[in-house]
């Protein structure tokens, strides 16, 4: 049994040694573990640093991709190096090492398929009010959409197993951590959530420029999300709304056309007309996104068959 675990970088030469001091060489339930950083167009000396402290894999970017392109390479390419069990954490040493055998545990023993560490959010000193009340949020939408019971859907510390692994595929390019536990949870994946700490702040959020702009893009995230993953529900219900409204000011415009007032009323008409219209258009909208959806779960499975063929090859080989 392999373990990987996987370090998204940019720029990190400073915090990266204090990481990789307290990354496990030994874990529990593996014969291997090995390091693999993805270095996301680093400028300064990371790669140089990590293969001097015993990196054992560099997967580079020339150019910076952001966590969203760089956390699935990074996946894939620890299941190209035989991994089966992934943990991926950040270069700034948010995340305490020491719960790395508690991520992987539920997945040697079978219970989950992904484990997700679950932040303290309300006890960390240097997220600002409105982050932590985002980060609750944004983990309540998730579990509702994902059908789990994450408690922490941002946290970007998390143990995978190799088909689980295989089966996620990141749309968004803001940020993997939302989406890919939407994903896991839709794909009917076990997945658990355990209780981690974190360590002191090495540096500021790469993620959060601003608080502005984190909410900006933290709403613009979920919702992409929900339509992403909730096509059918999300045009259906506007669409009922729309067509609801229109049949009701056509019920209106009827009422005072049959008293006898309808020439004063035309304008009622026109927009009743045009409310159904629009609501019969947007559900029709609904069953083609739904169709759309459908396929897109279909060719997901289909590649996932395909990557579990090549990797059988691959060890045969």
Same mark, same amino acid.
């Given at each position: 049994?392999?373990?990987?675990?996987?370090?998204?970088?940019?720029?990190?030469?400073?915090?990266?040694?204090?990481?990789?001091?307290?990354?496990?060489?030994?874990? /529990?339930?593996? $014969?291997?573990?090995?390091?693999?950083?993805?270095?996301?167009?680093? %400028?300064?000396?990371? +790669? #140089? =640093?990590?293969?001097?402290?015993?990196v054992n894999h560099v997967v580079r970017f020339n150019k910076n991709q952001g966590l969203a392109k760089v956390f699935p390479a990074g996946l894939e390419a620890c299941v190209r190096l035989g991994a089966d069990v992934i943990v991926n954490t950040d270069a700034d040493n948010q995340y305490s090492a020491a719960y790395i055998q508690k991520l992987v545990d539920p997945i040697l023993s079978?219970?989950?398929?992904?484990?997700?560490?679950?932040?303290?959010?309300?006890?960390?000193?240097?997220?600002?009010?409105?982050?932590?009340?985002?980060?609750?949020?944004?983990?309540?939408?998730?579990?509702?959409?994902?059908?789990?019971?994450?408690?922490?859907?941002?946290?970007?510390?998390?143990?995978?197993?190799?088909?689980?692994?295989?089966?996620?595929?990141?749309?968004?390019?803001?940020?993997? /951590?939302?989406? $890919?536990?939407?994903?896991?949870?839709?794909?009917?994946?076990?997945? %658990?959530?355990?209780? +981690? #700490? =974190?360590?002191?702040?090495?540096?500021?959020?790469?993620?959060?420029?601003?608080?502005?702009?984190?909410?900006?893009?933290?709403?613009?995230?979920?919702?992409?999300?929900?339509?992403?993953?909730?096509?059918?529900?999300?045009?259906?219900?506007?669409?009922?709304?729309?067509?609801?409204?229109?049949?009701?000011?056509?019920?209106?415009?009827?009422?005072?056309?049959?008293?006898?007032?309808?020439?004063?009323?035309?304008?009622?008409?026109?927009?009743?007309?045009?409310?159904?219209?629009?609501?019969?258009?947007?559900?029709?909208?609904?069953?083609?996104?739904?169709?759309?959806?459908?396929?897109?779960?279909?060719?997901?499975?289909?590649?996932?068959?395909?990557?579990?063929?090549?990797?059988?090859?691959?060890?045969?080989?």
């Open positions: 049994m392999k373990l990987i675990i996987q370090i998204p970088c940019f720029n990190e030469e400073t915090s990266l040694p204090v990481t990789l001091k307290e990354l496990p060489r030994q874990v /529990t339930g593996f $014969t291997k573990v090995e390091w693999l950083i993805i270095d996301d167009g680093s %400028k300064d000396k990371t +790669v #140089e =640093v990590a293969k001097k402290l015993g079978g219970e989950a398929d992904m484990v997700i560490g679950a932040r303290p959010i309300g006890n960390i000193p240097h997220f600002s009010f409105i982050k932590k009340m985002l980060q609750k949020f944004g983990s309540y939408v998730v579990r509702k959409v994902s059908q789990t019971e994450v408690m922490d859907a941002p946290s970007g510390f998390r143990a995978l197993s190799r088909d689980a692994a295989m089966q996620l595929h990141v749309f968004n390019s803001y940020t993997y /951590t939302l989406e $890919t536990i939407i994903q896991a949870g839709r794909k009917n994946m076990a997945i %658990k959530s355990i209780p +981690v #700490e =974190v360590n002191e702040d090495l540096r500021p959020s790469r993620l959060v420029k601003s608080i502005t702009d984190y909410v900006k893009r933290s709403i613009f995230t979920i919702f992409r999300i929900f339509i992403l993953y909730e096509p059918f529900k999300f045009f259906i219900t506007i669409g009922a709304l729309l067509f609801s409204a229109g049949t009701l000011v056509g019920i209106r415009f009827l009422v005072y056309y049959f008293t006898g007032h309808g020439s004063g009323h035309i304008q009622s008409l026109i927009l009743a007309s045009i409310l159904c219209g629009i609501g019969f258009q947007t559900i029709l909208v609904a069953f083609l996104a739904d169709l759309v959806s459908v396929n897109r779960r279909l060719l997901e499975d289909v590649q996932f068959r395909l990557k579990r063929i090549e990797l059988s090859k691959t060890k045969k080989s």
